[in-house]
């Protein structure tokens, strides 16, 4: 037999003690294939090296913290920019493989589409490792009803404490167009004074098409923001109008918001021919999942797989005669639905709970609702500020319980909210939000900053940034940069006086604000 060499007795040396040396060393020359002692030594290092290694019990917490930060889960381009050390793509593979293991995550998803998420009672703890609200980045608080409240807390409860249900057909059996409503009368009555922005006379599509292009950035951006995606307002407005992809941020995020900018221009392009109808929803879904799928010829196919939903205990709906059936009776009683508003709740409600995609179901739920909107004239849905966690809960209460309270609230909320975003006449929604009010110097620092350096808009998004991180507490720097890469897009000569700039200072920025 050949003796170790030097380097081996010294690393032995080393490993006096270590009990995954000798089990290592007894078992490999009982085999006779390791009969060689420099090859049996060299196989007992490394399996010693492997079992003797530390949990990284640090950067398993970084991984965790990464992963809370994103409430509809997080890829891995996401996972690796947050943590410190820049590990390699392996090292994190291998973490997070273990932590799936020890059930501290949830994988979901294949290949580009793998997501990771927290399971539902390490929500908490994770966003408090993470800095973050339970809440999630966007730290708006919605005016709940009771009843909707108490879906929150029943969803939120951890999973084995919720009882695993399956599709109810009945939940859309019940429903009778023009006699149901989901939306009390007040409610589509209030809605609809606010989202009233052009003359009933006008071709569909008219107002939509009158402010496209603040749309695009609008509902890709939150939209996408909803599903997890990483960018900012104003990388999004970069890649939507100039095509360059954010530095350091995943080809996933980019492509989710590229498809929602098709989906969106080809429901504004074909305003008079669109519906809640099968030709309308395939194509929909095909561009919303464009490059997205394992399977490419997934994309505006229903499904004809079993699928998963991630934190639910809710089983969706088997057999593709099945998922076909439902789909054209969700479609017939949507389009027998008269009143917009109920419409496009309707739509909310029953066509993610239905998943009768593969994927992306969600997304398709969302721009399908502006259905209604677009070809009414009414000013459309784009979900600002809308919290991720609270909008997964409500969706979880349908998906579980077959309740809408809660996603109601959302939706009035919502709907509000982008009223008083587009609207030519803004519709008071109360108090003045306590977030500006809190950092209005910042927020005044960081804009005029940005315009008297004159940054172009790759730079203003790393000053917003470094802003951020230097004056504001962490679980609200998501939403500081939100405000200020808003006001920064809102900026024209009719409200630079509030920043007090001057006309020269202005005028040289915007012309090179690009």
């Not at 969106?264 to 030709?279: K, T, V």
């Not at 960081?446 to 998004?461: F, S």
Request: aromatic residues 8%.
């Amino acid at each position: 037999m050949v003796a170790p060499d030097c380097a081996q007795k010294q690393w032995r040396r080393s490993r006096i003690g270590s009990p995954w040396f000798d089990v290592a060393i007894l078992f490999l020359m009982s085999q006779k294939r390791y009969c060689d002692a420099k090859r049996c030594f060299n196989v007992a290092k490394l399996y010693c090296d492997i079992m003797a290694k530390p949990i990284p019990h640090d950067a398993y917490d970084a991984v965790l913290a990464a992963v809370a930060q994103v409430a509809a889960g997080a890829d891995i381009q996401h996972i690796e920019s947050q943590l410190p050390d820049a590990p390699t793509r392996r090292t994190v593979q291998r973490w997070l493989n273990d932590l799936v293991e020890q059930g501290r995550l949830r994988k979901e998803g294949r290949a580009r589409a793998t997501r990771y998420l927290l399971p539902m009672r390490a929500i908490e703890g994770a966003a408090a490792l993470a800095g973050v609200t339970s809440t999630g980045h966007i730290e708006v608080s919605l005016p709940l009803s009771q009843e909707a409240r108490s879906i929150e807390d029943a969803v939120r409860q951890p999973v084995q404490h919720r009882t695993p249900v399956g599709y109810q057909r009945r939940f859309l059996d019940s429903y009778r167009p023009n006699t149901t409503y989901y939306l009390p009368g007040p409610l589509r009555e209030e809605l609809r004074a606010q989202g009233q922005v052009a003359a009933h006379n006008e071709p569909a599509g008219t107002y939509a098409r009158s402010i496209a292009h603040r749309l695009l950035i609008d509902l890709s951006w939150n939209s996408s923001r909803l599903e997890g995606n990483t960018y900012s307002l104003l990388e999004t407005e970069r890649l939507l109008s100039m095509g360059e992809a954010a530095e350091g941020k995943g080809a996933l995020d980019a492509q989710m918001i590229l498809n929602h900018k098709a989906a969106i221009e080809f429901l504004i392009a074909s305003a008079p021919d669109i519906g809640l109808n099968r030709y309308t929803l395939l194509n929909l879904h095909a561009l919303l999942s464009d490059n997205l799928l394992p399977d490419p010829a997934a994309s505006g196919r229903l499904r004809t797989v079993a699928v998963g939903i991630g934190q639910a205990v809710f089983l969706p709906l088997e057999g593709p005669q099945l998922i076909a059936e439902c789909f054209a009776q969700v479609l017939d009683t949507a389009a027998a639905i008269q009143d917009p508003l109920e419409q496009a709740f309707f739509a909310m409600v029953h066509l993610p709970y239905l998943q009768p995609f593969e994927d992306v179901n969600k997304r398709v739920s969302r721009l399908a609702a502006n259905i209604p909107f677009i070809q009414h004239n009414l000013c459309p849905l784009s979900f600002v500020d809308v919290p991720p966690t609270v909008y997964v809960s409500a969706v979880l209460g349908v998906y579980e319980l077959n309740r809408v309270e809660l996603l109601r609230d959302v939706f009035a909320w919502a709907y509000k909210r982008s009223c008083a975003r587009y609207s030519a006449v803004r519709q008071s929604l109360g108090e003045p939000d306590p977030f500006r009010l809190r950092y209005r110097e910042q927020i005044f620092d960081t804009v005029a900053e940005v315009v008297r350096a004159a940054l172009d808009k790759e730079r203003a998004i790393a000053f917003v940034a470094q802003q951020a991180q230097l004056h504001v507490p962490a679980v609200d720097r998501h939403r500081f940069v939100e405000v200020a890469e808003t006001e920064l897009m809102s900026l024209h000569e009719g409200n630079m006086a509030r920043y007090r700039l001057r006309p020269s200072e202005f005028e040289a920025w915007r012309l090179g604000w690009r």
